[in-house]
C-alpha cells in the first residue's frame, strides 16, 4: 500500500507541476503585446493555436489530480467526508471546481469567441471595431490565466500542509507573496524569473 501511495503522490506532484502553462502562457502574451501591431499576422495565427491547444491538456491534468487526491485520501484510510473535516483539503477540492470552470468557459465560449472575430477579418488590417473587440476578449482571457496561476500555486502551498496545517499567519503571507508574484506574470515579462 505505501508503494501506490508513494506513486499517486509523484503523479499528483508531477502533474501540478505540470499545470503551471498559465504562468507561461502570460509570458508569451506578455512578450506578443511588446511586439506591437499588425495584429492578425502569423505570429497571432501561432499564439491563438497554442493557447487553444491547451485546454484540453489542462482538463486532463485538472482530472489527474483530482482522481490522485481523493485516491491519497481514501487510501490514507479516509473517507470522503475528509473534504468537511479537513478544511486544507476541502479548500483544494473547491478551488480545483473553480479552477474546471473558469477553464471550460474558457474552452466553450470565449476562445471559441475570439476564432471566430479572427476569421471575419479575412485579410489585414483588421478593422478597428473587431481589434477592439479581440482586445477586449484577450484581456479576459490573461485576467482568467492569472486567477488559474493564482489558484495553482495556492492550492499546491495548500497540498504541503495538508497533513500538517502551518500557522494561520504563515498561510496568509504565503497567500499574499503568491499573489505579488501571480502580480509580476501578469505586468511583465518577469525577466529575473521571480520579478
Ligand atoms: C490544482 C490542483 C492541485 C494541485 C496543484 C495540488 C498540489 C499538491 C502538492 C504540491 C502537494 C504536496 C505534496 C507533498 O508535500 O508531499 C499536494 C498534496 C496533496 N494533495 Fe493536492 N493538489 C491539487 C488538488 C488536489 C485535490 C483536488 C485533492 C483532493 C481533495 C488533493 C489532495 C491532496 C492530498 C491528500 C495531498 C497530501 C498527499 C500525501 O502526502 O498524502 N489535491 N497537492
Not at 511586439?35 to 495565427?45: A, I, N, Q, S
Not at 489542462?58 to 482530472?63: I, N, P
Not at 473534504?83 to 470565449?110: E, Q, R
Request: a positive charge.
Amino acid at each position: 500500500m505505501e508503494t501506490v501511495i508513494s506513486i499517486l503522490k509523484v503523479i499528483h506532484i508531477v502533474t501540478a507541476i505540470l499545470m503551471a502553462w498559465p504562468f507561461y502562457a502570460l509570458v508569451a502574451v506578455n512578450q506578443r503585446a511588446r511586439l506591437g501591431p499588425p495584429l492578425g499576422d502569423r505570429v497571432d495565427t501561432y499564439m491563438e493555436n497554442i493557447i487553444k491547444n491547451r485546454t484540453i491538456p489542462c482538463f486532463v491534468f485538472q482530472g489527474t489530480v483530482l482522481v490522485t487526491g481523493l485516491s491519497l485520501v481514501l487510501l490514507r484510510g479516509l473517507g470522503l467526508d475528509a473534504l468537511v473535516t479537513n478544511p486544507i483539503l476541502g479548500l483544494k477540492f473547491l478551488l480545483l471546481l473553480v479552477i474546471a470552470g473558469l477553464l471550460t468557459y474558457v474552452h466553450t465560449s470565449l476562445q471559441p469567441r475570439i476564432d471566430d472575430l479572427f476569421a471575419q477579418t479575412g485579410s489585414n488590417p483588421v478593422p478597428q471595431e473587431i481589434a477592439k473587440q479581440i482586445g477586449v476578449r484577450r484581456l479576459r482571457r490573461k485576467r482568467i490565466a492569472s486567477i488559474c496561476m493564482f489558484v495553482v500555486l495556492t492550492v499546491a502551498m495548500l497540498g504541503v500542509q495538508a497533513w500538517a496545517p502551518f500557522p494561520l499567519w504563515l498561510t496568509v503571507v504565503l497567500v499574499i507573496a503568491i499573489g505579488v508574484f501571480t502580480w509580476r506574470a501578469y505586468s511583465s515579462v518577469t525577466p529575473y524569473g521571480w520579478a
